[in-house]
């Protein structure tokens, strides 16, 4: 009977091992389940961003090529009606109040080939001239350029520096005008008294940031996806380009810019850009390939 006992316990050990040990692979399983499960929904969402980004550039560039053939096509005659009126203009030296309507025609065609410009310009897509460029020297620039804008509204400008190696790696030229974009826009969002902000973030050794906010009233969240979007705008005047033309800038650049409300009022813009150190690992690994 002992013997009987002892080889029924020593059976029932081995079951009890054997079921701890199923139990434990289940329970592996299980997790690595659940894991995959997380890593799929993440690369669905990716996959739909990278989709829907894929599909805005090709909206964007069947936009861009029929807005420069409708620019050109309207600026040939803007010059011939610009000529006219100047030509009038000065034949119409003796009759003021007949002159004040030709000037306020040509006030017309110069708003007209000024917003002409604005979509050849976005249209244009000229590939970015990438070099070492110093952040707090284009955010001086930009400030030296808006100054005028902002003490007409009385708004004032000011700059936080993080410190640090704030190089990047970008087309000063173009990277001055998506800043001066965004910073001229929070001129127009604050009001009389209020402030502009840009700080400076190089905390990471890839990428550094630009941050610019306002304290205006902030984006409607109902339109916040459509900000970046060609000729949407929510003022009276404007063509509507000045932020889809940030955004072209940025993505030329390999950066990307984001837009939210700042918790104390007002929006933020974020405005990220590689450095000299990250485009380096890139082409190092672009040649390896």
Not at 94 to 113: F, N
Not at 175 to 191: K, R
Request: proline share 3%; with cysteine.
């Amino acid at each position: 009977m002992n013997t009987i006992h002892a080889t029924l316990s020593q059976r029932e050990r081995e079951l009890t091992a054997i079921i701890t040990a199923y139990n434990q692979v289940t329970e592996q399983l299980k997790q690595s389940h659940e894991s995959l499960n997380i890593e799929v929904r993440k690369l669905r969402v990716e996959l739909e961003d990278k989709n829907h980004e894929l599909a805005r550039r090709e909206r964007l560039s069947a936009l861009g090529g029929m807005a420069t053939g409708v620019a050109h096509e309207i600026r040939n005659p803007l010059g011939s009606i610009q000529l006219y009126a100047s030509m009038l203009d000065h034949d119409l030296s003796a009759l003021p109040e007949a002159q004040k309507l030709v000037r306020k025609i040509s006030a017309g065609v110069h708003a007209l080939d000024h917003i002409v410009g604005g979509v050849l310009d976005f249209a244009g897509r000229r590939e970015p001239s990438l070099q070492r460029v110093d952040l707090a020297s284009i955010v001086s620039r930009v400030f030296d350029t808006a100054a005028p804008n902002a003490a007409a509204k009385n708004v004032e400008l000011l700059m936080d520096h993080a410190g640090g190696n704030d190089e990047v790696w970008a087309d000063r030229v173009q990277i001055e005008q998506a800043v001066l974009n965004v910073v001229l826009n929070g001129i127009d969002a604050a009001d009389a008294g209020g402030t502009v902000r840009i700080r400076t973030e190089c905390d990471s050794p890839d990428l550094a940031r630009l941050i610019i906010s306002d304290s205006g009233p902030g984006i409607d969240e109902a339109i916040m996806d459509r900000i970046f979007n060609p000729f949407f705008t929510t003022k009276d005047t404007g063509t509507g380009l000045g932020l889809a033309i940030v955004h072209r800038i940025m993505e030329s650049h390999g950066g990307r810019v984001t837009a939210r409300n700042s918790e104390g009022g007002g929006a933020c813009f974020v405005l990220e850009l590689p450095t000299p150190a990250q485009s380096a690992d890139t082409d190092v690994v672009e040649r390896n390939v």
